[in-house]
């Protein structure tokens, strides 16, 4: 069976700062990895994903993960923090196969101090 | 072009009652999903659609759940004999396709929020 574990359920950084939400999976065989960001009242958006190839994924809003596969990990970085960034993120995980049913952490609410 | 849109976007219920909630995917998905999020939680898987068909309904937490898709697109998730535990965001996702050569991008909706009183 596949999961995920989102390490830090609540996350604050100074504007300008470090940006890093941690994520660990399980899976039995090769995963599609995703984050997910969802601002208030709205639907999840796609930050970035990784399926094959390059481990270093660059996504949107200065966003990016590396797949680190001897460490189960997926890591979401962003070198210097905005106003902006705060809102719920979610690392998620799929097989692929027939149905590509999306198995999400509990997500990493991320405040941003000025 | 328009996204994934889901009415009502909150619904208020009584225990005991049936509810329907609707999902008007992207023009041209054929995939499309539903999950279930509730508070401080991540999104649960419920069901998937393959065009009309239902590939894999394992998520539907009993049998008080079900969900259609008669021509393809809009989707209509119905519970019945509605029960307090049932409150959470229900939301819905689209794809351009839920097989081919690795997954495709789901496109979420904004939710539903239904509150079982």
């Known amino acids: 069976a596949q999961s995920v574990t989102q390490l830090g359920s609540h996350v604050s950084v100074s504007e300008g700062a470090l940006v890093l939400l941690r994520c660990n999976y399980s899976?039995?065989?090769?995963?599609?990895l995703f984050w997910y960001v969802q601002y208030p009242n709205q639907g999840l958006q796609l930050l970035l994903k990784?399926?094959?190839?390059?481990?270093l994924v660059k996504g949107i809003n200065g966003f990016e993960a590396e797949f680190k596969k001897s460490e189960t990990s997926f890591h979401l970085t962003k070198p210097s923090a905005h106003m902006s960034d705060a809102a719920e993120y979610f690392c998620a995980v799929t097989r692929g196969g027939a149905t590509n049913k999306l198995i999400f952490g509990t997500g990493t609410l991320l405040a941003v101090q000025p | 072009g328009a996204g994934v849109s889901q009415t009502p976007s909150n619904k208020v219920t009584e225990k005991g009652k049936y509810v329907e909630l609707r999902c008007d995917p992207i023009s041209g998905h054929t995939a499309l999903y539903w999950y279930r999020q509730s508070l401080g939680q991540g999104p649960e898987f419920l069901i998937y659609?393959?065009?009309?068909?239902?590939?894999?309904d394992s998520g539907l937490p009993n049998d008080r759940f079900f969900a259609v898709r008669p021509e393809g697109s809009v989707s209509t998730l119905k519970i019945q004999r509605t029960e307090r535990g049932d409150s959470a965001m229900y939301l819905c996702a689209s794809s351009p396709s839920g097989t081919s050569g690795g997954p495709g991008e789901q496109f979420f909706g904004p939710g539903t929020r239904l509150t079982v009183l």
């Open positions: 990784y399926t094959t190839g390059a481990t």
């Open positions: 659609f393959q065009g009309t068909g239902a590939a894999d």
């Open positions: 899976s039995s065989v090769p995963p599609y």
